[in-house]
């Protein structure tokens, strides 16, 4: 209890919120409240650090922390879901630029140079055995070469699990619990007869469901197969309802007609707040139905007897026996359900979570692993190979050729030098009319007023260096806009998505995703309100959020600083995008507005913080938006 500076690194906002929340609110934490200064934005520097802080991260806000806070001494650090290291460890649907297992990576490298006393934890983690030659050894010298020592658990359930194969006939599951799915042949009815005979019983249930729009479709055959016109909805949940419904104006989208039904829907798509809501009133016993993907496994702690099996996949790819272990978990919880049951539809689940992984592995301590760019500095000499020497100097050659000091290239992490280098040169070979564009587009972006001209000139800045295929596919289609009867210029279509969201916030790309069509096999047609939204949020959510917001943040350094050098200023004195980057990684540009965005609230909510009118916008809250702020005033100002 002798330490002065904590910091706390966690995957996801989620966990993020949820520790934060705990921190602030529970009486149990008290201690840590009256004797911490507790921060979860990584601009905290100079004077609003404390004697003693506690620094609640995920990897991307430790490593913008660090680069702002060089000489800062931290005492302690705690890493959550340390498997992340390790891309391989676990299923992913997603192309590997969205992946974060190089943050991870960067973040542990930087804590492991800087503080001693480290906890790196994470469940079902299957370890090397020290004494086989045939295994792959870089995680035990990971351990070995850092003197961390093991302390594995993987033996012990704290909450005692059922495994059952819910079979076409009877299934009796034990003394309280029988599955009768005589008769029923279609798999949505088969899901449905499940789910009520577990209401029967008056227990509640999460259903595992491979991907977003398989879990909106399984909603849709819950409710069909339910007759749920006398379900008593609790008045909390009712709040959220009309809240919804007031605020999208989306009768038909499957989370609301789920949520009227007693069924909360959770998915990485789903805004966050929303999330983070469903989760409270499922373990409420507000919601009885919770249909989830893997976001189930990575951030959220719920309460749940029964979890329901429905698909062996992730995506397209099959479950890994390491996600499986993390599905089955969701059974049961200490302190609520001493045992839990895990109802498995789909066969083949059973058998991956019976089966065994590969171990967990370190690709930094290990020379034979494939490296890029990154990895050449993030590895110490002995695992890097000669070809890896080789390269890392000759970016170091070019490097010192532009006299660009380390303090500014090790800025953003997780984008290489030569990245740096290319947008580096790409700015300095602009024209005088290129910079006056920049020039006029950082001025209105002062108001979150976007000037497309001055955008483009910026993302054909920072084209060379994206390799994230949607983020390019949303530059390289372009789009043309009327004025009055004139066809205006062409733009990229991503400056009228952004557009659409800086302007009208996540409804303003839900209203210009509704506007365009898709293209299907059988012709053209609209999105549909479930694709607009799940558009919507991977557009905001992860193309916005971890993408296009690192590029620019590139951009963003390397312009500031060769201005800095040309006018001879200082680096922060220099005028640059730092509030669209603001905008885009928290949804808000105040402290409060920002913290409140963490916490997750209401974008009204965000607004009134971020807004000099806020009388006026309060008066325009409902009933849910109210009680939220009553909550988040109180965390707030505390």
């Not at 079902?124 to 961390?148: A, G, K, M, R, V």
């Not at 249930?205 to 007759?227: L, P, Q, R």
């Not at 530059?475 to 009055?484: H, N, P, R, Y």
Request: proline residues 2%.
């Amino acid at each position: 209890m002798q330490y002065k500076n904590i910091v706390l690194v966690f995957p996801t906002i989620a966990l993020l919120s949820e520790n934060y929340e705990r921190l602030l609110t529970d009486d149990n934490y008290d201690y840590f409240y009256d004797e911490f200064t507790i921060h979860t934005l990584s601009e905290i520097n100079g004077d609003k650090i404390g004697h003693k802080n506690i620094f609640i991260f995920t990897p991307e806000r430790y490593l913008s922390f660090i680069d702002k806070n060089r000489k800062l001494d931290i005492d302690f650090v705690f890493v959550d879901e340390i498997y992340k290291i390790d891309n391989e460890y676990l299923t992913n649907t997603i192309n590997k630029e969205n992946e974060r297992d190089t943050a991870y990576r960067v973040a542990l490298f930087h804590i492991l140079k800087s503080t001693h006393d480290i906890l790196l934890v994470g469940p079902y983690i299957e370890f090397p055995d020290t004494n086989e030659s045939t295994t792959n050894q870089s995680f035990n010298l990971f351990l070995y070469n850092n003197n961390f020592t093991i302390l594995d658990f993987n033996k012990y359930e704290i909450v005692n699990k059922s495994v059952s194969i819910i079979n076409n006939g009877i299934t009796k599951i034990d003394n309280n619990l029988s599955i009768d799915l005589k008769g029923y042949k279609k798999v949505g009815e088969k899901l449905g007869k499940i789910v009520s005979d577990i209401r029967q019983i008056e227990e509640n249930c999460i259903i595992y469901t491979k991907g977003a729009g398989t879990a909106e479709k399984k909603t849709k055959d819950i409710i069909k197969f339910s007759n749920a016109s006398d379900t008593l909805i609790n008045n909390n949940l009712q709040q959220l309802i009309t809240h919804l419904k007031r605020t999208f104006k989306l009768e038909d989208w499957s989370l609301i007609r789920g949520l009227e039904n007693k069924i909360g829907i959770h998915h990485g798509l789903v805004p966050k707040y929303i999330q983070k809501e469903i989760i409270q009133l499922f373990n409420e016993g507000n919601l009885d139905v919770l249909i989830s993907t893997t976001t189930i496994t990575e951030g959220v702690n719920t309460s749940a007897k029964n979890l329901i099996v429905q698909s062996a996949s992730k995506g397209n790819k099959p479950l890994k026996t390491f996600d499986a272990k993390n599905i089955a978990g969701r059974a049961g919880r200490f302190l609520h359900h001493y045992q839990g049951r895990v109802l498995i539809i789909d066969k083949k689940f059973k058998d991956i979570l019976e089966g065994s992984d590969s171990e967990i592995k370190h690709k930094n301590y290990d020379e034979s692993s494939k490296k890029d760019e990154i990895d050449y500095f993030i590895t110490n000499e002995d695992f890097l190979n000669s070809d890896d020497r080789k390269s890392r100097k000759l970016v170091l050659h070019e490097q010192l050729k532009r006299d660009i000091p380390n303090e500014i290239m090790q800025m953003y992490k997780v984008i290489s030098h030569s990245d740096k280098i290319t947008v580096y040169d790409k700015i300095i070979d602009l024209s005088h009319k290129d910079h006056l564009k920049i020039k006029q587009f950082i001025q209105k972006i002062s108001y979150l007023y976007l000037d497309r001209d001055g955008f483009s000139v910026i993302l054909n800045t920072i084209y060379p260096i994206i390799n994230n295929k949607k983020l390019l596919f949303f530059i390289d289609t372009e789009s043309q806009i009327k004025k009055g009867q004139n066809i205006g210029k062409i733009y990229p279509i991503l400056t009228y998505m952004l557009s659409a969201y800086l302007s009208g916030g996540f409804m303003g790309s839900v209203t210009y995703n509704l506007s365009r069509q898709k293209k299907t096999s059988k012709g053209n047609r609209n999105l549909t309100t479930d694709e607009a939204i799940r558009d919507s949020s991977s557009f905001i959510f992860h193309t916005l959020k971890y993408q296009l917001v690192k590029y620019l943040g590139v951009f963003n350094m390397m312009y500031k600083f060769i201005i800095s050098k040309q006018v001879d200023k200082l680096f922060d004195d220099v005028l640059g995008i730092d509030k669209l980057l603001m905008k885009l990684e928290y949804n808000a540009v105040s402290a409060k507005g920002r913290l409140a965005s963490d916490y997750g609230v209401p974008s009204k909510i965000i607004k009134y913080y971020d807004n000099d009118n806020q009388v006026t916008i309060r008066e325009t809250f409902d009933e849910y938006e109210e009680s939220k702020f009553k909550i988040i005033e109180s965390i707030l100002n505390r």
